[in-house]
């Protein structure tokens, strides 16, 4: 007779035909778990193959400023089709083909079929190809923008909340000086403004490919204006001025350098780092017990222990953030390999890294602004801990203090030394509370001190110039570019934060 166990295995070990076919797909979990729909319209085939036909219409309309036959009707019809796509007709002709450019083609003189004969006049599948590409950064570049300035917001209410709050700071993980709650946060949202002046340049600098022909060389172009130079050279102008860029990259191969995915990604790159540090800072503090991220009232932190507050949020941007900071090296690879004027390996994991780099990125944002939002700080547990350190960094005061009554320099640090050694071993070799002041206030050699060693203890002595930090920080730097960028403010995302 067969056991259960036998009985499992017997069920457990071909899946089923048929079973489940709605699910035996692969998802990707970056789209369907975290992506924004903001981002992911962006990189979707809506927004690229319509984009593809905008550029079409660009060309087209450009080429017949510059004297070419096409008429005013072709150009109506192709304006009137930019959002009628058949994506089944494009792949069918894609297959048929074998050239997915070809397959777009097709389908939109199927819908538009005067204006056929002058689709992708001139052009390589490039000049739609590497210009969507662009157009796509740019437009997911003013989101991430967006987001940045978004955070950098919310940040700035927590660092003036506690700009004068004194904690505990760190160097090797190990106690340290005071700083206070407010100018940890500073250094947060420093890492973040580099971030964003970076975003910034991008954005304000990245050029179009442009018309550029098939290696570069606008030869096709060139025998479409029977060898007139200044046409090809206006007609590259006019078409970046329809498409709404400013310039163009100044020469080309086939394709625009591959150098600029790779500064692009490496800008994203620069973002994650920012979100892992603050929220590994978090995740630390958290463990604390000093701060906390926002947490639900139905949230479970852990499937098996109930007590549980796990700084979900934290992790997953740090999860995500690792796995932005790792594309640069794909990009360089890419750049590197690209023979002369062009080879096609660089295909394939553009069309991967590219748009996941901006997804990651953007949940890491949306993510960064819900932690910052809701971020609860625990101020008596973080007295707590300073408290616990304070009277070893009171100890060169205290000195000075007496030294100033009369007593003698030497054998005052020397008996603090005594003492703080003894006080060590209470807090670590018998778990008790730090106990060097009560030791300093039974001892007369500081008897200059003993009427006032509350006063001395004050955390906020401690600090220096952190809070005046702070606020010079803001002022100097985060007001003028919340300022500079209010109507961004107002914006809301579409997607929240689900956990």
Not at 406 to 427: T, Y
Not at 458 to 474: L, M, T
């Amino acid at each position: 007779m067969s056991s259960n166990a036998d009985k499992f295995i017997k069920a457990s070990a071909v899946f089923p035909e048929g079973a489940l076919p709605d699910s035996q797909k692969y998802e990707h979990p970056l789209v369907l778990r975290y992506a924004t729909k903001e981002m992911s319209f962006i990189w979707s085939p809506a927004m690229k193959f319509t984009t593809w036909r905008k550029l079409w219409t660009a060309l087209a309309t450009a080429e017949q400023e510059m004297g070419l036959d096409i008429s005013d009707d072709q150009l109506e019809e192709m304006r009137s089709k930019l959002y009628d796509v058949d994506f089944e007709f494009a792949a069918k002709k894609e297959s048929e083909f074998r050239h997915d450019v070809m397959g777009h083609v097709h389908a939109f003189g199927e819908v538009a079929p005067t204006a056929m004969p002058i689709i992708h006049l001139g052009a390589t599948s490039c000049y739609v190809g590497d210009n969507t590409d662009l157009i796509q950064i740019r437009e997911a570049l003013i989101l991430i923008q967006r987001k940045l300035i978004q955070v950098l917001s919310t940040l700035k209410i927590f660092a003036v909340k506690y700009r004068d709050l004194p904690t505990l700071s760190y160097t090797h993980y190990q106690p340290a000086q005071l700083t206070t709650v407010g100018k940890r946060c500073t250094l947060w949202m420093q890492d973040l403004i580099l971030d964003l002046e970076r975003v910034n340049r991008e954005i304000e600098e990245l050029p179009m490919r442009g018309v550029k022909g098939t290696t570069g060389t606008q030869a096709s172009f060139l025998e479409l204006f029977d060898g007139e130079h200044e046409k090809v050279k206006v007609l590259n102008k006019r078409v970046c001025e329809l498409m709404g860029f400013s310039r163009s990259i100044a020469v080309s191969g086939q394709t625009y350098t591959r150098k600029i995915d790779f500064n692009v990604l490496s800008v994203l790159s620069g973002i994650a780092q920012s979100a892992y540090k603050m929220c590994g800072d978090i995740r630390l503090l958290a463990n604390l017990k000093e701060v906390e991220e926002p947490f639900s009232k139905t949230q479970i932190g852990s499937s098996a222990m109930a007590y549980k507050r796990n700084p979900m949020r934290s992790e997953r941007v740090c999860s995500l953030a690792r796995y932005v900071i790792g594309l640069p090296t794909g990009a360089a690879n890419t750049h590197a390999s690209q023979w002369f004027e062009r080879t096609l390996d660089d295909s394939a994991i553009r069309r991967i890294i590219l748009p996941e780099g901006f997804l990651a990125t953007d949940v890491v944002l949306n993510l960064l602004h819900n932690i910052a939002d809701g971020l609860h700080v625990w101020p008596n547990v973080v007295k707590l801990h300073v408290m616990a350190e304070l009277p070893f960094m009171a100890t060169e005061n205290i000195i000075m203090e007496c030294v100033k009554a009369g007593g003698d320099r030497q054998e005052l640090h020397e008996a603090i030394r005594v003492k703080s050694m003894e006080a060590g071993a209470v807090v670590k070799g018998e778990g008790k509370p730090n106990d060097l002041l009560d030791r300093i206030a039974k001892d007369d050699i500081f008897k200059a001190v003993h009427a006032k060693l509350d006063q001395l203890m004050d955390p906020r002595q401690f600090v220096g110039r952190a809070p005046e930090q702070v606020d010079e920080f803001i002022a100097d730097e985060i007001d003028p570019v919340l300022s500079k960028h209010a109507e961004l403010l107002s914006i809301e995302s579409v997607d929240g934060v689900n956990v």
